[in-house]
């Protein structure tokens, strides 16, 4: 069975940092990219960040380029997303989804049942 | 950026009827588009990839059509189930993006 687990959310203060974990198992981690969603109380969807199946490439939405860094632990099937000089508009579920995949999986199909981070003073 | 802009943004329908969702894009995506099913309090679910392929274990009654910029979601016959928030979504260019949403309810 699949299983993508987010961990490391919670309430920062604006300006604090955070930093999300994504434990991945039942899949061949290591072949498929990996991204991060987000979604705002009762907003819709939006990637934030993309990294390449050996990390070697690393893409940022606009919103967070400079402010988050995405990067990975293939030897612990770990994703990770570093969030610094965090703001109010940061408030939202975070996905953790596969990306694409060298052998051709299917991008987009797993998903992390999500972890709450809630920037507030 | 490449915007998504779905449409209806609100469809009141009754069990056993037709729903169909649009999908249209700023700019051509080829077939990178996939369709979305997300039920309150949970994840989303992946339906329809690469614009007409059904995901493990999506019922028949979900079809996906378009290519280009015009995409289009159909259920053939609603179920209870069926009523949620669907998002399409491009992986044709980075940022990878969402459509604002289609909420399904029940007329």
């Known amino acids: 069975e699949v299983q993508l687990v987010e961990s490391g959310g919670g309430l920062v203060q604006p300006g604090g940092s955070l930093r999300l974990s994504c434990s991945a198992s039942?899949?061949?981690?290591?072949?498929?990219?990996m991204r991060w969603a987000r979604q705002a109380p009762g907003k819709g969807l939006e990637y934030v960040s993309s990294?390449?199946?050996?990390?070697?490439?690393?893409f940022y939405a606009d919103s967070v380029k400079g402010r988050f860094i995405v990067s990975r632990d293939n030897s612990k099937n770990t994703v990770y997303l570093q969030m610094s000089s965090l703001r109010a508009e940061d408030t939202a579920v975070y996905y953790c989804?596969?990306?694409?995949?060298?052998?051709?999986?299917?991008?987009?199909?797993?998903w992390g049942q999500g972890t709450l981070v809630t920037v507030s003073s | 950026e490449i915007v998504l802009a779905q449409s209806p943004v609100t469809l009141s329908l009754s069990p056993g009827e037709r729903a169909t969702l649009s999908c249209r894009a700023t700019?051509?995506?080829?077939?990178?588009l996939a369709w979305y099913q997300q039920r309150p309090g949970q994840a989303p679910r992946l339906l329809i990839y690469?614009?007409?392929n059904r995901a493990t274990g999506i019922p028949a009654r979900f079809s996906g059509s378009g290519s280009g910029t015009d995409f289009t979601l159909t259920i053939s016959s609603l179920e209870p189930e069926d009523f949620a928030v669907y998002y399409c979504?491009?992986?044709?260019?980075?940022?990878?993006?969402f459509g604002q949403g289609t909420k399904l309810e029940i007329k």
């Open positions: 990294i390449t199946y050996n990390g070697g490439s690393t």
């Open positions: 700019q051509s995506v080829s077939n990178y």
């Open positions: 979504h491009q992986r044709s260019n980075w940022p990878y993006t």
């Open positions: 989804v596969n990306g694409g995949a060298t052998s051709g999986g299917v991008s987009g199909i797993y």
């Open positions: 690469d614009a007409s």
């Open positions: 039942g899949f061949s981690f290591t072949d498929y990219g």
